[in-house]
Structures are given as structure tokens and as C-alpha cells.
């Protein structure tokens, strides 16, 4: 049984930071590439940041450079740090194992002042 549990979401103003965590039990994941996904209410969910199992990393142009994805895979971890947040990335972000139906619930990340 896999399980996905997201984690570190709140309530932060713009320009701060936020840590999401994603772990991951019941599933080999670390040989898997891993994503990170956002939501917003009555949308689809949108590509965020796509971590390798090699370690390459890919992002949504619209945050490059402000959000960086890793993996500590002795943990069966992902992480999303989250620079220079603004209202708009306020979603419910979700982890995701690249190429397979599992996710997680969902963490809500707010930014707003």
C-alpha cells in the first residue's frame, strides 16, 4: 500500500518561506522521479517541480528560481522549499510520483497579508 503524506503548508505573508514535505511509505519511491503539483479551487492540478531520480530537476517557469526541489532518498523524502512566495501560489500542493496514479492529500499553502 502506498502512502503519500504532504506536509508543512500554513499561512505566510509575501516574501517569506515555506518548506513542504512529502513522505512516502509502502513503495520503493526514491526510484521513482517525483513531482510536486498545486491546485487551485475549481482548477485542475498544475505541474509545479519534477525531481529525478538522478537527481536533474525540471520547474514550471513560473517558479524557477523562487522554489527548489530534493530528495533525501534515505528518508523516502521530497522536499519543496518555497522562496518569495506570493498570493498567488496560495493552492493545495500535492507530491506525486512521475508515472503512476498516487498522491497524497494535499497540504494548503495561503499567502496573504
Known amino acids: 500500500q502506498v502512502q503519500l503524506v504532504e506536509s508543512g503548508g500554513g499561512l505566510v505573508q509575501p516574501g517569506e518561506s515555506l518548506r513542504l514535505s512529502c513522505g512516502a511509505s509502502?513503495?520503493?519511491?526514491?526510484?521513482?522521479?517525483m513531482d510536486w503539483y498545486r491546485q487551485y479551487p475549481g482548477k485542475e492540478r498544475d505541474f509545479v517541480a519534477r525531481?529525478?531520480?538522478?537527481?536533474?530537476?525540471y520547474y514550471e517557469d513560473s517558479i524557477r528560481g523562487r522554489f527548489t526541489i530534493s530528495r533525501d532518498n534515505a528518508k523516502s523524502t521530497v522536499y519543496l522549499q518555497m522562496n518569495s512566495l506570493k498570493p498567488e501560489d496560495t493552492a493545495v500542493y500535492y507530491c506525486?510520483?512521475?508515472?503512476?496514479?498516487?498522491w497524497g492529500r494535499g497540504t494548503q499553502v495561503t499567502v496573504s497579508s
Open positions: 509502502g513503495m520503493i519511491c526514491m526510484r521513482y522521479a
Open positions: 525531481i529525478y531520480a538522478g537527481g536533474a530537476t
Open positions: 506525486h510520483p512521475y508515472n503512476t496514479d498516487y
